[in-house]
């Protein structure tokens, strides 16, 4: 089994930035990669970013590049989401997922999942 704990998630201002913490225990065997999806209220579950755990590879939803940035600590236990110029539009529930290919966008390509922080932006 593999756990995955998100933190960060708060209340910011229009323009304000935000990091996100996906801390992973457990087992590595089998996962090569980790994501945040985000659900905004009302709304499908949609992939932000992912990382490989070598950290040489990452992959980063077109609408958000430049903005958001993921990267992974050295001791490969903790990948974060640098969230900057954060927008009204980017409140959601924010979800890290572990999975076995940093390329898939969708949800059903990761096994486990979080429980998800909650990020308000307000204008």
């Known amino acids: 089994q593999v756990q995955l704990v998100e933190s960060g998630g708060e209340l910011v201002q229009a323009g304000e930035s935000l990091r996100l913490s996906c801390a992973r225990s457990?087992?590595?065997?089998?996962?090569?990669?980790i994501a945040w999806f985000r659900q905004a209220p009302g709304k499908e579950r949609e992939f932000v970013a992912s990382i490989n755990w070598s950290g040489t590879g990452t992959n980063v939803k077109e609408s958000v590049k430049g903005r958001f940035t993921i990267s992974r600590d050295n001791a490969k236990t903790t990948v974060y989401l640098q969230m900057n110029s954060l927008k009204p539009e980017d409140t959601a529930v924010y979800y890290c997922?572990?999975?076995?290919?940093?390329?898939?966008?969708?949800?059903?390509?990761?096994?486990?999942w979080g429980q998800g922080t909650q990020v308000t932006v307000s204008s």
């Open positions: 997922a572990a999975g076995s290919d940093y390329y898939a966008r969708i949800k059903s390509m990761y096994t486990y």
């Open positions: 457990g087992r590595t065997f089998g996962i090569y990669a």
